[in-house]
């Protein structure tokens, strides 16, 4: 059973800082198939990033993604106050989507 | 414009039964796969189940199999879960999301097991 690993699970920044987010996969699936989301409280996950690198519709460029195979990064270039929130990984190219742990980004 | 919209949430006894709807609109529901997935509070997201366009693919999490049932209604542009024998453990907010890949999602609705 593949199990998706993200860290850290806290990050501590403060705005305009760089934010690097990992997410682990116990073993190999398709390994296009990662998106990250983004959710604040109170509100459902936004898609981010889909196809481990493709930004989804109105997603500012100072998110990215990167990776293949078992390790995937999403990277906020530049940390702006409404980015403050909790990030998930996601694997979707199986029968049963599996989703990381989280990552929460707090303000230090 | 895409729309979900869960409902049917409420307080249950454990063991007892409720039924979540996800009312869709804003596109060709008939055409999409969907999926629930759950949040418990203060926690990570899980994924619940998903059911295929034309209900012929179905799949569950190993922690709702065999007590919660997926369907849909292509004709009425609605989806449902069917959740029985309800846990504590099933406390959440229950969201409906299109596609494996969820670029959208409902609002949530709050399903607790409690005595």
């Known amino acids: 059973e593949i199990v998706l690993t993200q860290s850290p699970g806290t990050l501590s920044l403060s705005p305009g800082e760089r934010a690097t987010l990992s997410c682990r996969a116990s073993q190999t699936g398709n390994s296009n198939h990662l998106a990250w989301y983004q959710q604040k409280p109170g509100q459902a996950p936004r898609l981010l990033i889909y196809d481990a690198s493709r930004r989804a519709t109105g997603i500012p460029d100072r998110f990215s993604g990167s990776g293949s195979g078992t390790d995937f990064t999403l990277t906020i270039s530049r940390l702006e106050p409404e980015d403050f929130a909790v990030y998930y990984c996601q694997q979707y190219g199986r029968a049963l989507p599996l989703f990381g742990g989280g990552t929460k980004v707090e303000i230090k | 414009e895409v729309q979900l919209v869960e409902s049917g949430g409420g307080l249950v006894q454990p063991g007892g039964s409720l039924r979540l709807s996800c009312a869709a609109s804003?596109?060709?529901?008939?055409?999409?796969?969907m999926n629930w997935v759950r949040q418990a509070p203060g926690k990570g997201l899980e994924w619940v189940s998903y059911i295929d366009s034309s209900s012929s693919s179905i799949y569950y999490a190993d922690s709702v199999k065999g007590r919660f049932t997926i369907s849909r209604d292509n004709a009425k542009n609605s989806l449902y879960l069917q959740m029985n024998s309800l846990r504590a453990e099933d406390t959440a907010v229950y969201y409906c999301?299109?596609?494996?890949?969820?670029?959208?999602w409902g609002q949530g609705t709050l399903v607790t097991v409690s005595s």
């Open positions: 804003g596109f060709t529901f008939s055409s999409y796969s």
């Open positions: 999301a299109r596609n494996r890949l969820a670029m959208y």
